[in-house]
């Protein structure tokens, strides 16, 4: 199963994707993440992305593109299917991703768009955290800890916030994704990938329109 997740920050792409890898086993490739890694780590990517990032723009299509074309091509992780969470962002990252599946003799299977309108969008962002040590997701408005400050999955008492996860930025990202992702809905429309789904719902019953899609592939 090889899938996309399109949609705006705050959509809820990374929380799904951790939802299908698990159910479908197969590999989560969020390009955010991984920049966020070569950040933590220093290394000559994560010094470029960095600015970029807290500032809410997008990192450079070429470094972007390699990134992916790496992992899709050298990692025996993704023969059994991949979903790609944050990528492709841009038509030129789309074209370029059109061309590696062709090489590798592969195709996607669907692209899900996960809608959500932007006032919504706002209050997820800004309230969001995770667990430190197991990665569980929480939101301030959403989804508390049910003890204040100690993780309910694992225990730890030690949370992390996205440094891009601020008001400020993410108008900016919002402002990105329309201009620069959002003409990806009639690319992929037009190939008959594309499946819209209302993304403003509770995570199981976005969980199950996307069961709904899955099911049908
Ligand atoms: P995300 O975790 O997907 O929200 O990504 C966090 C930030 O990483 C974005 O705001 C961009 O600055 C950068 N980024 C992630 N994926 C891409 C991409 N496909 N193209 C360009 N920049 C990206």
Redesign the pocket.
């Known amino acids: 199963m090889k899938l996309i997740l399109l949609g705006p920050?705050g959509a809820g792409k990374g929380t799904q994707a951790n939802y299908i890898k698990s159910k479908y086993n197969i590999v989560q490739l969020?390009?955010?993440?991984m920049?966020r890694t070569a950040v933590n780590s220093m290394s000559e990517l994560g010094l470029k992305?960095n600015e970029?990032?807290k500032s809410?723009?997008?990192?450079d299509d070429d470094i972007?593109i390699s990134m992916i074309e790496e992992r899709l091509s050298k990692s025996s992780d993704c023969q059994n299917g991949f979903i790609l969470d944050?990528?492709?962002?841009?038509l030129k990252?789309a074209k370029a991703l059109d061309i590696m599946l062709s090489k590798l003799n592969k195709s996607l299977d669907s692209v899900i768009h996960i809608k959500v309108e932007e006032d919504l969008l706002v209050r997820r962002i800004s309230g969001r955290f995770t667990c430190d040590e197991c990665g569980e997701g929480y939101n301030d408005y959403y989804k508390k800890t049910k003890i204040d400050g100690i993780c309910d999955k694992c225990g730890n008492d030690s949370f992390i916030r996205r440094a891009?996860d601020n008001e400020k930025t993410f108008s900016l990202?919002v402002r990105?994704y329309i201009e620069q992702t959002e003409p990806l809905i009639p690319f992929y429309d037009k190939k008959k990938l594309l499946k819209t789904i209302d993304g403003s719902l509770e995570f199981k019953e976005v969980k199950d329109s996307i069961d709904a899609i899955l099911d049908k592939l």
Do not use: E
């Not at 944050?86 to 841009?90: E, V």
């Open positions: 920050p969020s390009t955010g993440d920049l992305a970029i990032m809410g723009g997008l990192v972007i944050g990528f492709p962002r841009t990252q891009d990202r990105s």
